[in-house]
């Protein structure tokens, strides 16, 4: 398991792509990205709730029915099933604040998907940090997409620098028990 230090938060909270200023629907729309049909993921309920209403099909999307205000409302939990009523569902546990060998498994598999079938992870505990081991683990020219808190929609176009840099942020983060196998998998050294 890796584990997210107080010395990196600043530096995890950061928007590592280019950010979408806005909420709902509209920011959704402004996204170009979205428009070239590369292999799309989204993390978090939100941002996969307004993309898949703007009629884009994620790939992969990583739910944990939470928001920064709390529980997801009923009726959004709801309609996000119905979008996602074809994708295969996956149900892992990920505590706050760490990428657990159980989450990289699953997002393993599900990029394993790509392109076969699309695949929904709903989080048990935190879906924040799934960001990053996704980010190193896609294909080169996929994006992913993910909430930054009060302020939009953080697009990354996964490239050779992106997968550097979250090397890099993997490797600062505190290592604990089976950390190797995590970075294994994610296809790090």
């Known amino acids: 398991m890796l584990k997210l230090p107080e010395s ?9 792509g280019i950010l979408y200023k806005g909420r709902g629907l509209d920011t959704i729309l ?3 990205e979205l428009k070239k049909r590369e292999k799309v993921a989204c993390v ?14 994620p790939d992969i999307v990583i ?5 920064i205000r709390g529980k997801l409302e009923e009726g ?3 309609e996000l099933d119905e979008l996602t009523k074809n994708y295969d569902e996956l149900v892992v546990e990920n505590p706050q604040a760490t990428i657990t060998l159980d989450l990289v498994k699953t997002l393993d598999k599900a ?20 960001t990053m081991p ?11 997409l993910y909430g930054q808190p009060r302020r939009g929609v953080v697009v ?3 490239s050779e620098d992106k997968k550097v840099l979250i090397s890099n942020l993997i490797e600062r983060m505190e290592k604990v028990n089976n950390w190797r196998e995590v970075v294994r998998i994610m296809g790090g050294d």
């Open 156 to 158: 990354i176009r996964v």
């Open 134 to 144: 996704l980010v190193y683990m896609m294909p080169l020219n996929s994006i992913v």
């Open 76 to 78: 959004i939990v709801k």
């Open 111 to 130: 990029v394993k998907n790509l392109g076969k079938k699309k695949t929904k992870i709903v989080v048990v505990g935190e879906e924040d940090l799934a």
């Open 30 to 32: 402004k996204i170009k």
């Open 8 to 16: 990196l938060r600043n530096e995890f909270a950061k928007p590592h």
């Open 44 to 57: 978090g309920d939100l941002v996969s709730y307004y993309t898949l209403k703007a009629g884009y099909k």
């Open 63 to 67: 739910l944990d029915k939470k928001t």
